[in-house]
């Protein structure tokens, strides 16, 4: 049987934290195992808030570099902006859209809110994000997109917009994506364990993957256990998170002996902050040391991800053509 199709995408950030990891970019790794996998870097959506060009092109090479130092093949990978069928997509799925539904999007609501917040601008790119993000999907014909509860709204709405266009062109071209639900941990912050791990928080409040050992260590020894809000015979949101550290790093045998022991009301949070901090900090080490031996060989590093992303394209270049035929586009041979 023909493997089916995995596409999921990322916006580049600067640095990559333990949420991510354990709650994305490890799913893709073993991800690649079993798919046909398609991961983009996606460029173009992080234009849609208010950003710093130097600082988008850096962002997009390192956070390339970090996916390769963890493990993600450099032949499923791609820049978006280096596929710009899906920015000609985009436009043809516009006219599929309805405006109204675009309008009504939550992340829509929440994130011109925060951009309004500076100047009053909202750019229509804002509100057209969704769209790209049909075409990241569909020009693949992806049947499966491994996405988090927050982008449920935006998978129907791809799903949509196939419709309508197979409706309107009389066939049933694009397959309905599906979302891919794994079990992916949730990680939280150490300093504040009722909120989740992120960097807009503030550097107290995420662990880098790629941090010096000190750094994580010290970030582990430091973690929040008692809130102090924690009902009886309940386990502190502090103490399950590192439970839910040391389980996402696979450290079971530990994971099990340090349960026992806070089962049976033995357990030290030294102990188990001292386990969490030998796995993560084995974890980053490796990581690290891998990113280095990529940074060390940047250049060609770059090209084979350009490669790759050619590679795709062709791909996404032969959807594109078919649309166009079907939805009475001049097409040129090529
Ligand atoms: N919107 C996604 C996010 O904010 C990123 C994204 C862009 C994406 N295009 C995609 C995710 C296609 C899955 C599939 O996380």
């Known amino acids: 049987m023909e493997k089916?199709?995995?596409?999921?995408?990322?916006?580049?950030?600067?640095?990559?934290?333990?949420?991510n990891y354990f709650g994305a970019v490890k799913n893709w790794v073993e991800l690649q195992k079993k798919y046909t996998c398609f991961f983009g870097v996606v460029d173009y959506h992080a234009m849609t808030m208010p950003y710093s060009p130097k600082k988008l092109r850096e962002n997009t090479w390192d956070f390339i570099i970090n996916l390769l130092a963890v493990g993600v093949e450099p032949n499923n990978l791609f820049i978006q902006s280096l596929v710009p069928e899906h920015a000609e997509l985009c436009w043809i799925f516009n006219c599929f859209t309805s405006y109204g539904q675009l309008t009504r999007m939550t992340q829509f609501k929440d994130k011109s809110q925060q951009a309004g917040g500076e100047d009053g601008f909202i750019s229509a790119g804002l509100l057209d994000y969704p769209v790209l993000q049909a075409a990241d999907i569909l020009i693949y014909r992806a049947d499966y997109v491994p996405v988090g509860k927050d982008q449920e709204q935006h998978l129907e709405l791809t799903r949509n917009?196939?419709?309508?266009?197979?409706?309107?062109?009389?066939?049933?071209?694009?397959?309905?994506?599906?979302s891919l639900y794994t079990e992916t941990p949730k990680i939280a912050s150490p300093a504040d364990p009722n909120r989740k791990m992120s960097k807009s928080l503030g550097e107290k409040h995420y662990i880098n993957v790629f941090g010096e050992?000190?750094?994580?260590?010290?970030?582990v020894k430091s973690a929040v256990t008692d809130t102090g809000d924690t009902p009886e015979g309940e386990m502190s949101a502090g103490v399950a998170n590192l439970f839910e550290l040391l389980k996402a790093a696979e450290s079971m045998q530990a994971y099990n002996s340090l349960m026992g022991d806070y089962e049976s009301g033995a357990l030290k949070y030294v102990d188990l902050k001292e386990a969490v901090a030998d796995a993560l900090a084995g974890l980053s080490n490796q990581f690290r040391e891998k990113r280095q031996e990529l940074n060390g060989n940047k250049k060609e590093v770059k090209n084979m991800v350009k490669a790759s992303s050619e590679q795709i394209r062709k791909r996404a270049q032969e959807t594109v053509r078919d649309v166009?035929?079907?939805?009475?586009?001049?097409n040129v041979k090529y």
């Open 324 to 330: 166009k035929e079907l939805c009475g586009l001049i």
């Open 213 to 219: 050992e000190n750094r994580v260590r010290k970030q």
């Open 161 to 178: 917009i196939a419709q309508r266009f197979n409706n309107q062109v009389g066939k049933e071209y694009f397959v309905l994506p599906e």
């Open 4 to 19: 089916k199709t995995v596409l999921s995408a990322i916006q580049p950030t600067g640095d990559m934290h333990y949420g």
